[in-house]
Nanobody, 113 residues
Framework: QVQLVESGGGLVQPGGSLRLSCATS????????MRWYRQAPGKQRERVAT???????NYPDSVRGRFTVSRDIAKKSVYLQMNNLKPEDTAVYYC???????WGQGTQVTVSS
């Protein structure tokens, strides 16, 4: 079974940047979209980035222009570059394998001055 491990979260000031990583145990990028989600306390989980097997990228309006998803096939990893972070970006961020609905453990991102 595919396993995911996220890393890279932390505390950052508004306007700052973070880069999240999601390491996979198996290279599945050719058969499954990879997604990043986030969930803030008391709110529904929100999808924030998608990269398809063909390399197509998709973002919701809330993060478009600030977040960038990418992948490194050799390293079996997916990344989420987050720039110009806002307090409302504070959440636990999760990596997801769409095909098998597999989730990582999550990494906390806190944006605060």
């Amino acid at each position: 079974q595919v396993q995911l491990v996220e890393s890279g979260g932390g505390l950052v000031q508004p306007g700052g940047s973070l880069r999240l990583s999601c390491a996979t145990s198996t290279n599945i990028f050719g058969i499954s979209a990879m997604r990043w989600y986030r969930q803030a306390p008391g709110k529904q989980r929100e999808r924030v980035a998608t990269i398809t097997p063909g390399g197509n990228l998709n973002y919701p309006d809330s993060v478009r222009g600030r977040f960038t998803v990418s992948r490194d096939i050799a390293k079996k990893s997916v990344y989420l570059q987050m720039n110009n972070l806002k307090p409302e970006d504070t959440a636990v961020y999760y990596c997801n394998v769409e095909l098998y609905d597999i989730w990582g453990q999550g990494t906390q991102v806190t944006v605060s001055s």
